[in-house]
């Protein structure tokens, strides 16, 4: 069985084919332009690939509302020319097969719960830290939605002591993705992240500002696994800073040996799926849509 994959991102699209084992066979990536030329490319990817089902994980805000006339639309993304576009009814124009549709970051989360970092469980978080900052949330087998869909990379975050940056985010200014994103992280010192020395104190404030996050995510969520994505997190040296973070916010009153000193270590991880985390769970949304259609 061939399933058809787009991770739809807000500087890139990658397609691919992947069966129900989770494999990629094929993969292409883009970069994101207007949705016309962006979409153009997705449909003659799969023209002739005998796909039975198509998953997509799309950048946000999206609408995943299935009575909605607006259901399969980008919202209010500032991503000039995608603002309320209709991407799944596009799609669904030319490919008549089941379709799934979510967020790029839902179904990453979805992709780890089925083959990767957090197989096996029926909850785990998975955020993605680079040119933004994103969470999907999948609890009790289920991805959740809501509202909406959760928009945890907007959360409110205390300022650190020694930081003077005002925030990148065009809406919220300081939230987490304003303090803490690959862009925020530049503007702050003046240098891309990947050039910072492992040891610049840059790190210890990344960390300050995800390990926040992750201590609410605890509180109000108790997830059984996180995983943290992204190209920020490909700085490796940031794990060990964000699990001292999290034990220390918490202050030993969530009682599970998954936040003792050890267990931390295998509770907040990398994506086990590393960077096919999205492109798999667009595989697993593309598997549940078909199933959903028999």
Not at 62 to 72: A, C, E, L, V
Request: with cysteine.
């Amino acid at each position: 069985m061939l399933i058809g994959a787009v991770e739809a991102g807000g500087t890139k699209f990658v397609c691919g084919i992947g069966n129900e084992q989770g494999e990629v066979l094929d993969r292409i990536s883009f970069p994101t332009e207007q949705p016309e030329k962006t979409l153009a490319q997705v449909k003659a990817y799969f023209q002739d690939k005998q796909v039975e089902a198509i998953g997509i994980g799309s950048f946000g805000p999206i609408n995943i509302d299935r009575t909605s006339p607006q259901y399969g639309y980008v919202t209010t993304t500032p991503k000039p020319g995608w603002s309320n576009y209709p991407v799944l009814p596009e799609l669904k124009k030319v490919f008549e097969v089941p379709i799934g549709w979510d967020t790029d970051v839902n179904a990453a989360a979805l992709g780890e719960a089925t083959w990767g970092a957090a197989k096996g469980l029926d909850s785990c978080l998975y955020y993605t830290i680079g040119t933004g900052v994103g969470v999907g949330v999948y609890a009790e087998g289920k991805m959740v939605h809501g509202l909406v869909h959760p928009e945890g990379g907007h959360v409110l975050t205390r300022r650190h002591p020694d930081d003077t940056y005002e925030g990148k985010c065009p809406y919220h200014g300081d939230c987490l993705e304003g303090m803490a994103a690959g862009p925020a992280l530049e503007a702050r010192w003046k240098v891309k992240g990947h050039e910072l020395p492992v040891d610049h104190p840059a790190w210890e404030m990344e960390a300050f500002y995800i390990g926040q996050a992750l201590v609410s995510a605890i509180l109000l969520l108790s997830p059984k696994k996180i995983i943290l994505g992204g190209g920020v997190m490909h700085q490796k040296q940031l794990f060990p800073l964000i699990h001292e973070q999290v034990r220390s916010g918490l202050k030993g009153y969530v009682a599970s040996s998954a936040l003792d000193a050890d267990g931390i270590v295998d509770y907040i991880v990398a994506p086990g799926l590393g960077d096919n985390a999205g492109l798999c769970g667009s595989i697993a949304l593309g598997l549940r849509a078909f199933e959903e259609s028999k």
